[in-house]
């Protein structure tokens, strides 16, 4: 990176700090209706600041949810184009009585800072603006030509993205999409991810009688739909994480013997990973599958909660009428969600418990994504990125699902560049979210750093 760079992100650190913080005390939480002003606060702060930092054609896409933002830069003939992509929703901040500050008042704590979305992705997202902002600043133009991208429904499945992005297919013409949504595999370690897993969401509803009952009168001879889905979903999955769904593993292929190998060179301690990121007793899932290849190339199946019957203080002896449970599948390359949905289906209807009427709900379904390592691009990226920390990148993959970067490649025949500067414990989703300080200047400095050098 250039001292003019380099001088211009060091200055404007006390300026970029307090951006981010007023980003992040915008509760912009897609999924929650009664929040759907703060989401369009958000996209307005977006654009604004995409304009100040010299992006031209700012455009706020209304959609049949919450807006997309739309800006381009296309001043540098005969140049490569990059679309950078990122969200501005976030999760919902619960349970809040765990936070150890408000989720929308950014606290600062050794280092790190504490807020819905500052990782996940408000941080990472915005890291992209400011690059933009030091290289229009410091060189009076862009290396590259680009195009911003930036949604508010990642976190709800994106459904307006999906259908923005083959609608626009000639303006959002590029020749690499760059996305900074994941994590560094460890502190000070440059990390690019080339694999995601897929993700099908369900809600699958019990029904059982036409409406509550007194177990009193009818248990014995009344079907529950609370016990009759707790059925169903422990025939899904045995105690050893094996899926028992028909059909499930018919396209699962493990990774290359070269990538097994690689995983094996990484800085990974299960202990470790026990207890700073999971916090549990035990580690589970697959006999005869490292950790490793567990989290990032074998599909699961998650209940992610069951909603039925009374759960309030007290008792109350009632077979409830109808159950649902929230229900996810994360596919692995090969995997087509349509006919991994079929199979879902064909189980459940199977084996519904007796009495039992049970629905198949898909609320979002995305393939698993692999990106060539190989693409000059990206190996540009990789280049640059062991320059900055000064160590060489690693190639990983992520259990996680970024749905977007499958639309680039379906409907633009772009790959993605996966740069992420969060770490594995910043707890995205979680209570007490944090993204590293530090790293969030860094990723202003690589991601200049790399628009500069795609350019050359």
């Not at 001292?3 to 650190?13: G, I, K």
């Not at 990122?86 to 619960?94: A, K, L, T």
């Not at 800072?113 to 290289?135: F, N």
């Not at 390359?333 to 039992?356: I, M, R, S, T």
Request: net charge negative; aromatic share 8%.
């Amino acid at each position: 990176m250039s001292r003019a760079l380099e001088s211009y992100v060091q200055a404007n650190q006390p300026r970029f700090l307090d951006e981010l913080k007023q980003f992040l005390r915008i509760p912009s939480i897609s999924t929650l209706p009664e929040n759907k002003t703060e989401v369009e606060r958000a996209a307005r702060l977006v654009a604004d600041r995409l304009r100040e930092a010299g992006i031209e054609n700012v455009d706020i896409v209304p959609t049949a949810g919450h807006p997309l933002v739309y800006g381009d830069w296309l001043h540098a003939p005969g140049k490569p184009t990059v679309l950078l992509y990122g969200h501005y929703d976030v999760q919902p901040p619960d349970p809040l009585e765990l936070w150890h500050t408000p989720p929308f008042e950014p606290s600062e704590r050794n280092g790190d800072l504490y807020a819905r979305g500052s990782a996940d992705d408000k941080g990472q997202m915005y890291a992209h603006i400011k690059a933009v902002e030091t290289l229009r600043s410091t060189l009076g133009s862009l290396p590259v030509n680009v195009k911003f991208l930036i949604e508010g429904e990642e976190e709800v499945g994106g459904a307006s993205i999906a259908r923005y992005v083959p609608e626009n297919a000639a303006r959002l013409k590029a020749d690499v999409a760059f996305v900074s949504d994941t994590a560094l595999y460890a502190e000070g370690i440059p990390t690019l991810c080339i694999g995601l897993r897929g993700l099908i969401y369900t809600e699958i509803e019990a029904t059982g009688p036409a409406r509550d009952l007194h177990s009193g009168l009818y248990g014995g001879a009344a079907p529950n739909p609370v016990f009759g889905l707790i059925e169903l979903l422990a025939k899904a999955k045995d105690a050893n994480g094996v899926i028992r769904i028909p059909g499930i593993y018919d396209d699962v292929r493990p990774p290359a013997p070269a990538e097994l190998a690689s995983w094996k060179s990484l800085p990974f301690d299960e202990r470790e990973f026990l207890l700073k990121e999971v916090g549990a007793a035990e580690l589970t899932g697959e006999p005869g599958h490292s950790v490793l290849e567990r989290v990032w190339a074998r599909p699961t199946l998650e209940v992610h909660g069951v909603a039925g019957g009374f759960t309030g203080a007290g008792a109350k002896t009632v077979i409830p009428a109808k159950a649902t449970a929230k229900v996810s599948l994360r596919l692995v390359p090969e995997q087509q969600p349509d006919k991994v949905v079929a199979c879902l289906k064909q189980f459940v209807a199977a084996n519904a418990p007796a009495g039992v009427r049970v629905e198949v709900r898909v609320l979002s379904a995305a393939p698993a994504v692999m990106v060539n390592p190989d693409h000059p691009a990206i190996q540009v990226a990789a280049r640059v990125f062991a320059e900055v920390l000064g160590r060489p990148t690693v190639f990983i993959r992520s259990g996680g699902s970024i749905p977007i970067v499958g639309e680039f490649a379906r409907h633009l025949g772009i790959p993605t560049i996966l740069m992420g500067f969060g770490l594995p414990d910043d707890g995205l989703h979680s209570p007490n979210e944090k993204f590293r300080i530090a790293n969030y200047f860094t990723a202003i400095r690589t991601v200049a750093r790399f628009l500069e050098a795609y350019g050359q």
